[in-house]
């Protein structure tokens, strides 16, 4: 799901092939100096924050991670196209929930997960080239 920056070939660097760009995977772990502190501290906001940053920066959030993106914001940090295709092509829709919604701060209900997964459905089926009668 995730795609080089445009224009990385040009300027290569270590660990970089012809055909794709390496990333590094930073984890920011222990507690917040405001909460050492005993400061207030809105933990929600914070990642949403750094998720933006991350989407400005052409970076990316790792999936063992929780979220705070709406789903549209999420889909700028991913490639939908390639996720959906693969989705489809494995016949995961309607087997496995999106990773946005397994990755997605709180819960969805059932029906939710259900309601958007049969649209993706719908979609997929309509695409199908039907043989002329």
Same mark, same amino acid.
């Given at each position: 799901?995730?795609?080089?920056?445009?224009?990385? #070939? &040009?300027?290569?660097?270590?660990?970089?092939?012809? $055909?794709?760009? %390496?990333?590094?995977?930073?984890?920011?772990? $222990?507690?917040?100096?405001?909460? &050492?502190?005993?400061?207030?501290?809105?933990?929600?906001?914070?990642?949403?924050? %750094?998720?933006?940053? %991350?989407?400005?920066?052409?970076?990316?959030?790792?999936? $063992?991670?929780?979220? #705070?993106?709406?789903?549209?914001?999420?889909?700028?940090?991913?490639?939908?196209? &390639?996720?959906?295709?693969?989705?489809?092509?494995?016949?995961?829709?309607?087997?496995?929930?999106?990773? $946005?919604?397994?990755?997605?701060?709180?819960?969805?209900? #059932?029906?939710?997960?259900?309601?958007?997964?049969?649209?993706? &459905?719908e979609t997929a089926y309509a695409e199908v080239d039907q043989p002329a009668d």
């Amino acid at each position: 799901m995730i795609y080089p920056e445009a224009g990385f #070939e &040009l300027q290569r660097r270590q660990g970089d092939t012809q $055909y794709a760009q %390496m990333f590094t995977d930073v984890g920011v772990y $222990y507690a917040p100096g405001p909460v &050492l502190r005993g400061e207030v501290f809105d933990g929600a906001e914070a990642v949403r924050k %750094m998720e933006n940053w %991350m989407i400005e920066n052409h970076c990316f959030q790792p999936q $063992y991670a929780v979220s #705070e993106l709406n789903e549209k914001n999420f889909w700028r940090m991913f490639d939908a196209g &390639l996720y959906e295709h693969c989705r489809r092509k494995y016949g995961a829709v309607g087997t496995f929930m999106s990773v $946005y919604y397994k990755s997605k701060k709180g819960r969805k209900t #059932e029906k939710e997960v259900r309601e958007a997964e049969q649209a993706h &459905l719908e979609t997929a089926y309509a695409e199908v080239d039907q043989p002329a009668d």
